[in-house]
């Protein structure tokens, strides 16, 4: 498999899984700087690698009144000041080609969300920059598919992927899990990062917005790093009841360490098997 380098993070080849975290999007300075400098502590007591991610644009929200973000000149520069306060790595979404070279100056990490994942253009774009990408697999796709997504993004010359599991579209405003997409995902020698939070979604499932099961959060993370994975994705805020995007899927600040601790004892004892 390859091995993904972020900065002293080591992703892919039974290195210990990444934790990617964060509030969905950009809200205020306070709670972004607050989560980051919590997950931090948290991530360095359990000793689990660590990249924070906050979107500065939400650009797919479900209506159009939907809390987007603060924007992408404001929400980089949050993003820079969270790297250069707390010393850790930052990962945001680019949803257009006019937003990666602004994006790659800041971020460490590259995202392109799981509706753009067939966008030739854009894909190339971020592999050209050099950086590590992080591709969602859409809702939409079968796990073998993203072989196709691979070869877009590599015939650059650029290695530096990962891809991350977010669902599969399951009927009408629902989501599923399917494991054995790991295993061949895996396969085609890259990081597989699972979205736990975002796997929990309803899409639309409230109307004008997304619902969400975040009470499931906990044993389909346990599942997933049982089965085999090289990071988790997930979704946090202090108080989920009132964040602004993905609140129902979304898993409390105050609960993730206990989350985290379960994490690294399944990964030390499937390693150890």
């Not at 000793?47 to 980089?76: C, E, H, M, Q, V």
């Not at 054995?180 to 796997?199: L, N």
């Amino acid at each position: 498999m390859i091995e993904v380098k972020v900065n002293n993070i080591s992703i892919g080849n039974n290195n210990p899984p990444l934790i990617i975290a964060g509030p969905c999007v950009i809200e205020n300075e306070d709670i972004t700087f607050y989560t980051a400098e919590k997950l931090r502590e948290i991530c360095s007591n359990v000793g689990l690698p660590f990249i924070f991610k906050s979107s500065y644009d939400k650009a797919n929200r479900t209506a159009i009144n939907s809390y987007r973000g603060p924007g992408i000149d404001k929400g980089l520069k949050i993003l820079s000041d969270v790297k250069n306060k707390f010393n850790i790595p930052v990962i945001s979404d680019v949803h257009s080609l006019d937003e990666v070279k602004p994006a790659s100056e800041v971020l460490d990490v590259l995202q392109i969300p799981a509706f753009l994942c067939r966008q030739t253009d854009l894909i190339l774009a971020a592999s050209k920059t050099g950086k590590p990408v992080n591709i969602k697999k859409g809702q939409f796709l079968a796990p073998w598919d993203i072989k196709n997504i691979i070869n877009k993004f590599t015939s650059t010359g650029n290695q530096n992927l990962f891809i991350t599991e977010r669902g599969t579209s399951f009927g009408y405003n629902n989501l599923v899990v399917d494991f054995r997409a790991f295993p061949i995902m895996r396969s085609f020698g890259y990081p597989v990062i699972f979205d736990v939070t975002h796997s929990l979604q309803l899409p639309g499932g409230q109307g004008s917005c997304s619902g969400g099961q975040g009470e499931f959060a906990e044993p389909l993370a346990r599942a997933a790093v049982a089965v085999g994975v090289d990071g988790l994705f997930m979704e946090v805020h202090p108080e989920p009841d009132k964040a602004l995007c993905d609140g129902p899927n979304m898993i409390k600040l105050d609960e993730s360490e206990k989350l985290l601790k379960t994490i690294k004892a399944i990964y030390s004892a499937v390693k150890g098997q």
